[in-house]
């Protein structure tokens, strides 16, 4: 490997690395806008200038574009290499509006943290400027091509990376534009990563326009749960409103990058009607009240229809801690049953490839990008995991064969991302004998136990795409507690209460229930039927863990306290409430878990305070901000 020596430090790189990606790798950043880890080098900006003093290569140049070689001596604060990034950027701002006070940008713009290190503080040019004409994107993102300083990144990651068609660059020399052939939403399963990965200020969130600035926000590392692939991201919320999600970068996850639902997607968590008090009967009392009332009425079912009446319900969307607290919560008030899943064929289909990935190679996304061969088995991608469908792309770009299996395998998944395809039907027509490292991406949602056992005998990485967050992490407790799906409870008719944690169960299945209660944060059905309701936090307002589709577990942070949002909370002429008080109002929600075991504690138990214990406890003190750890088999 190359020894190369940057600004007097000694630096050792793999054949390849170019000399921008030295110096990051010794925490030295030199100015870059057209380079990106993701996407590489364009070589179009011209800021990343540094000198070269000594060695094979002398004078300045790109460093960017310029691999490491042996006894380079590199300078990047040469005074030549300085002057002419400043010169560069200065040019670059000619046409640039200067608008950083009134520009959404302003605070977490590269453009003007990189112009103003660089000392370009006063405008000479005094023409007049280029202007452009926006388009309309649609309802999430903002355009305002005149901050385009022509970096090529956002038409890179969406063509090349993404294989989207409907946006790109038109024109030429000083009238370079970049956009649609006309208005309109972009069409990729990906477009939201414009906002990010452009430099400047062209395409921002129009979600959250104008909310905050980048030093207002409350944030942390947080994981997305619209599917189970765990990507992690850092959600953005200002006065107990959720207002933007970004993509957090994680190598061994989802690398750079979010899909557009994970991004977009509506959670509920700033909906003024959700559930933020407890309720009995309808009617708003103190936690203590509530909790006591559910327990007794528990006692009332019992005396009513015999031991054996009572079935707790979670969900694969529930964190880890909440799974494993419904457990302590079933023994504490013998509840009949314990049912991690609603749905009986989830509930097997998931076990059954949970079990399957103990024993086999599971596959990452990262996997799945370096694959030569991609199987995806019964799955539409753009539902069951999109950014799963973006490392198929990067596979496929690599020269890997992509085939498609199954009646659920349909032809537009490929459409969506520009990738070729085989479509074939039976996963024995594939010849992966003759792969190296061939993966099968599999879905749950449209498979069964059978499909599942096929499977144990593929010479390949496997990859399951379950429906829940903590998908995984629910069929362990599930297997462990031996569970049952809520459909096979209640089907013994001797079901007659029910307690829902977080659990989508469909009315018609409440309405066999004389009794119900709910701990939720969502307006679900069990909330509409339920006579107790326990309101809880969502994901962005509490600390919690998840294990993702491959057997990762990986730690979340709280974003922001709860509370309802300041602005359903204004008094006419909009001001914020006058009234002093030290509790936010609709603050007083609890995290699912902490409700459980003080439940558990009320019915004579000990408090937990700790969930992740025993085969969990290396998780409690994962750093949220790692690659997360794989959870090993028991
Ligand atoms: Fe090197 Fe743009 S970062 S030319």
């Known amino acids: 490997m190359p020894k190369l020596i940057i600004d007097n430090i000694e630096v050792v790189s793999p054949e390849g690395t170019t000399v921008l990606e030295a110096a990051r790798s010794i925490g030295i950043t030199i100015p870059h806008f057209c380079w990106h880890p993701a996407l590489g080098k364009a070589g179009a900006c011209r800021v990343c200038a540094v000198k070269l003093l000594e060695g094979p290569v002398k004078g300045i140049q790109m460093s960017c574009m310029l691999p490491v070689q042996e006894g380079m001596v590199v300078s990047t604060d040469d005074p030549e290499a300085m002057e002419l990034r400043r010169l560069v950027i ?140 765990g990507c992690n991201t850092t959600p953005m919320a200002r006065y107990h409103e959720l207002l933007k999600v970004t993509a957090r970068h994680n190598e061994a996850v989802n690398g750079w990058f979010i899909c557009d639902k994970g991004r977009f997607g509506d959670l509920g968590v700033n909906a003024p009607d959700r559930p933020r008090l407890p309720l009995v009967e309808g009617r708003e009392v103190g936690w203590d009240e509530a909790l006591e009332t559910l327990l007794r009425r528990l006692g009332e079912i019992e005396e009513l229809y015999g031991t ?57 996304m990262p996997d799945v990008e370096q694959a030569d061969c991609v199987v995806i088995l019964e799955s539409d991608l753009r539902e ?89 992490g629910t069929a362990v407790l599930s297997r462990e507690q031996a569970g049952i799906s809520f459909q096979k409870a209640i089907s013994t008719g001797k079901i007659k209460g029910v307690i829902a944690v977080e659990a989508d169960i469909p009315a018609e299945l409440l309405a066999q229930m004389p009794f119900v209660a709910a701990l939720d944060w969502r307006v679900t059905d069990p909330v509409r039927s339920a006579r107790i309701i326990l309101p809880t936090t969502s994901i962005v307002e509490m600390d919690g863990t998840f294990i993702n589709f491959e057997g990762r577990g990986q730690r979340f942070n709280r974003v922001m306290t709860p509370g309802l949002p300041l602005k359903d909370g204004l008094e006419p002429g909009g001001h914020p409430s006058r009234a002093h008080s030290r509790l936010v109002p609709g603050g007083d929600v609890r995290p699912a878990w902490q409700v459980m075991a003080e439940l558990v504690r009320l019915s004579g138990g000990e408090l937990i305070r700790e969930p992740l214990s025993g085969r969990w406890r290396g998780l409690a003190t994962l750093d949220a901000d790692g690659s997360g750890v794989k959870v090993s088999p028991p």
């Open 308 to 364: 054996g009446s009572l079935a707790l319900v979670g969900s694969s969307a529930n964190s880890l801690e909440s799974g494993i607290l419904l457990a302590e919560l079933a023994t504490a008030v013998s509840a009949a049953a314990l049912c991690y899943f609603v749905d009986e064929n989830e509930a097997a289909v998931t076990l059954a490839a949970v079990s399957l990935l103990e024993t086999a190679v599971s596959a990452s």
């Open 90 to 229: 200065e040019w670059l701002m000619i046409n640039h509006p200067h608008d950083c006070p009134v520009c959404d940008e302003g605070g977490e713009c590269q453009l003007q943290d990189f112009t103003i290190a660089g000392g370009h503080g006063i405008r000479r040019y005094s023409g007049s400027k280029r202007t452009h004409l926006n388009q309309d994107l649609g309802s999430f993102i903002e355009h305002e091509m005149n901050r385009c300083i022509q970096c090529y990144r956002c038409v890179r990651f969406y063509q090349e990376y993404a294989g989207g068609g409907d946006f790109g660059v038109m024109g030429s020399a000083g009238r370079v534009y970049y956009g649609r052939f006309k208005d309109g939403q972009p069409e990729s399963l990906f477009s939201g990563n414009l906002v990010d990965i452009c430099p400047t200020g062209v395409f921002t969130d129009k979600t959250a326009r104008f909310r905050a600035r980048y030093w207002d926000y409350d944030m942390a590392s947080s994981i997305c749960t619209i599917c189970s692939l």
């Open 384 to 472: 069951e995991g999109p950014m799963m469908l973006l490392a198929v792309r990067q596979a496929w770009k690599q020269g890997a064969p992509v085939f498609l299996v199954g009646k659920a395998a349909t032809l537009e998944q490929a459409t969506a991302v520009g990738i070729e395809v085989i479509a074939l039907g039976f996963i024995e027509e594939v010849p992966l004998g003759i792969f190296a490292n061939p993966v099968i991406i599999c879905g749950t949602k449209n498979s069964s136990v059978s499909d599942i056992a096929i499977l144990a005998l593929a010479e390949a990485k496997l990859a399951f795409l379950f429906k829940g967050a903590n998908s995984y």
